[in-house]
C-alpha cells in the first residue's frame, strides 16, 4: 500500500533543523514510534475523510490565481501546458530551456519522487523539505500553507523578500542562501542548515528554477488568455520574449548588489549613542517615512495598518463586499502584512547590521516597505550614512548587541555565521511541530487568520 504521508519531523535530524516529510512511501517502511504511527493514520484518515486528494504523480498545477477558471479555456490551458512542459519539463522530469543557465543535474537531484541511492545521493529534495509549505509548483499553497501567517511564499512571480539587491532587483545566490540556512525567524520558514551543500545547492537550482517558469506561465497567461494569442503559442517565441528575460534578471541582480560604504564609527559609547539619536531623528523626520508604518515607537503601530503584499493585494477589493467575491479567486484567504514591530521581534531576514542596511537601502520586495537608497528608476532617499544610523536606531530598540563595525561582509561573499540570538529558531521549530496535525485537521485548505508568532 503506497500512500501520501505528511510528518512534521524527520527521525534523523530533529534536533536544529524543524524538517518535513512530504511524499509517497511505503507505510510499513516508516521508522516511526507507535504514537506517532496512531497519529499518522488518524491524521490519514481525516485527510481521506476530508476529501483532500494528492495524486502521486504530481503535475504543475495552471496559475489560475486572480483568475476566474471558467475565462480560461480548455484549448487555451492545454496550450499553455505544452508550451511549458516543452520547455520546462514537468515536477518529476524537469528540462532546461535553451539559453538558461541553470544545472539539470542540481534541478534533478531536487525534483522528483523522494528517493535515495547507496551513495547517499538524495532525489526529491523540494517535496521532502519545502512542498508540504510551497506547494510542489512552488505556489506557496502547500497542504499546511492555510494555517501559516505569512503564507509560504508563492515563488511564481519571481519576487523575493529579502535581498541584498537594489529595490525591484532578484536576490542574489547568497540570499536565497542565508534564507535557507537561517530560516526565516518569526515565520514558519525553518532553517535547514543541516542540509548538505550540495543539496542546499540543488534547493536554490529548483527554486529559481520555479520561479522563472512561474513568470513565464504568468506571461503566457497574460498572452493566451487576456490578449487572446493565436494558438499554439510557437516555443522559440516564448523562449525569447518570456524565458530568456526572466531568466537574465537573474543575473543583472549581481550588478544590483548593494554595497554599502563603511558605517560610521560606533566604536565608544558616545559614538554609538549619537548614530542611534541621529537614527531616532530620521526615523521620525519627515524624508524617512518609517513611522507612518512602523509607529513613532517603532511597535509597529504606524497610522497605515491595513497594509497588504503583493500576493495578498490583489485580493482586496474597494468594498468588504468586493473583498469577498474576489476570495474565490484565490486558493489562499486575504491575509495582512504588519510592519515590524522593532521593541518585540526579531529580524526576519538576518540578524547581522549588514542585514538592516539591506532591508532598508533595499526595502523588503513585494511588501509596501520601500526602498530608501537608489532603486533603477528611483533616486535615493536617504544618504547611506544616514542608513546606517537607523540600523542603529532601530537594533537599539530591542537591546541588540552593538554593530561590529569592523566586519561588513561583502555582499557576493557572504558568510553565513549562526544567528546571534537562537530565539527566532526556537520559534520555528514550535510553529512547524504544531503545523502537521493542524493542517490535516483542517481538511488542508481554511479559510483561517492565525495570528503570526510572537517572541514572548
Ligand atoms: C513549515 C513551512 C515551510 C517549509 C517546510 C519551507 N518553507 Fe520556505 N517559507 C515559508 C514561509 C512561511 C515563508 C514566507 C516568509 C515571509 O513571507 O516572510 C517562506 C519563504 C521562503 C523563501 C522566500 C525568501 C524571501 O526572501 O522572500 C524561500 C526562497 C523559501 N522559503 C525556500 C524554501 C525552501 C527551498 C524550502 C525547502 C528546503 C522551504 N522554503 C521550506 C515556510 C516554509
Ligand atoms: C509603507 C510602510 C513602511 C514604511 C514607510 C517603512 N516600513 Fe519597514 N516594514 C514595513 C513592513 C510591512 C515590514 C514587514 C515586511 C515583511 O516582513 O513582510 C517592514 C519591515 C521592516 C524591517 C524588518 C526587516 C527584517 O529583516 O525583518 C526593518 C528593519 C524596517 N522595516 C525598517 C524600516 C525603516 C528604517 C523605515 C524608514 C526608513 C521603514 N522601515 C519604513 C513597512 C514599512
Not at 93 to 107: A, C, I, N, Q, W
Not at 151 to 175: E, I, M, Q, W
Not at 276 to 294: M, R
Not at 308 to 337: C, H, M
Amino acid at each position: 500500500m503506497v500512500l501520501v504521508i505528511l510528518s512534521p519531523c524527520h527521525p534523523e535530524r530533529s534536533e536544529g533543523s524543524p524538517y518535513w516529510d512530504f511524499g509517497t512511501r511505503s507505510f510499513a517502511a516508516l521508522r516511526m514510534t507507535a504514537a506517532a504511527r496512531r497519529m499518522t493514520a488518524a491524521a490519514l484518515l481525516l485527510l481521506c475523510v476530508a476529501g483532500c486528494s494528492m495524486s502521486s504523480a504530481p503535475q504543475f498545477r495552471l496559475n489560475t490565481e486572480g483568475r476566474n477558471p471558467a475565462s480560461i479555456s480548455r484549448t487555451q490551458g492545454e496550450a499553455i501546458g505544452e508550451a511549458l512542459g516543452g520547455l520546462f519539463g514537468t515536477p518529476d522530469e524537469p528540462k532546461v530551456p535553451t539559453g538558461v543557465e541553470l544545472d539539470l543535474k542540481r534541478l534533478r537531484a531536487a525534483a522528483g519522487p523522494i528517493a535515495g541511492d547507496a551513495q547517499g545521493n538524495q532525489r526529491g529534495l523540494f517535496r521532502r523539505h519545502c512542498a508540504a509549505c510551497h506547494g510542489t509548483a512552488g505556489d506557496g499553497a502547500g497542504p499546511t500553507a492555510g494555517v501559516l501567517n505569512p503564507y509560504p511564499r508563492d515563488f511564481r512571480n519571481g519576487v523575493f523578500k529579502f535581498t541584498s539587491t537594489a529595490g525591484g532587483a532578484k536576490p542574489l545566490r547568497d540570499d536565497l542562501l542565508r534564507t535557507l540556512r537561517e530560516g526565516l525567524p518569526g515565520t514558519a520558514m525553518p532553517s535547514f542548515r543541516n542540509l548538505p551543500d550540495r543539496e542546499l545547492d540543488a534547493l536554490l537550482e529548483y527554486v529559481k528554477y520555479l520561479s522563472i517558469r512561474g513568470q513565464t506561465e504568468l506571461s503566457l497567461l497574460q498572452k493566451v488568455v487576456d490578449e487572446d494569442a493565436a494558438l499554439p503559442v510557437p516555443t522559440h517565441e516564448v523562449l525569447a520574449d518570456d524565458v530568456l528575460p526572466a531568466a537574465r534578471s537573474w543575473d543583472e541582480a549581481r550588478g544590483l548588489a548593494i554595497v554599502p560604504p563603511p558605517p560610521p564609527s560606533t566604536d565608544t559609547p558616545e559614538q554609538l549613542a549619537a548614530s542611534i539619536a541621529q537614527g531616532d531623528q530620521l526615523f521620525h523626520g519627515p524624508e524617512s517615512q518609517c513611522v507612518k508604518c512602523h509607529g513613532p515607537l517603532g511597535d509597529g503601530r504606524g497610522q497605515q495598518a491595513e497594509l497588504y503584499d503583493d500576493w495578498n493585494l490583489r485580493k482586496k477589493g474597494a468594498t468588504p463586499e468586493e473583498t469577498r467575491s474576489l476570495a474565490g479567486r484565490f486558493r489562499l484567504p486575504i491575509q495582512r502584512v504588519r510592519p515590524r514591530n522593532f521593541t518585540l521581534e526579531s529580524f526576519r531576514g538576518g540578524q547581522r547590521p549588514i542585514d538592516q542596511y539591506w532591508r532598508i537601502a533595499g526595502g523588503i520586495k513585494g511588501t509596501p516597505m520601500p526602498p530608501a537608497g537608489p532603486a533603477p528608476g528611483s533616486p535615493a532617499v536617504l544618504r547611506p550614512d544616514d542608513i546606517w544610523h537607523l540600523v542603529n536606531y532601530v537594533r537599539s530598540l530591542r537591546g541588540h548587541r552593538p554593530p561590529d563595525n569592523k566586519k561588513i561582509p561583502s555582499p557576493l561573499a557572504i558568510s553565513s555565521p549562526r544567528p546571534t540570538s537562537g530565539r527566532g529558531d526556537r520559534i520555528t521549530v514550535t510553529v512547524s511541530s504544531w503545523v502537521a496535525p493542524i493542517a490535516l485537521l483542517s481538511g488542508c485548505r481554511q479559510a483561517q487568520e492565525v495570528p503570526a508568532p510572537r517572541e514572548k
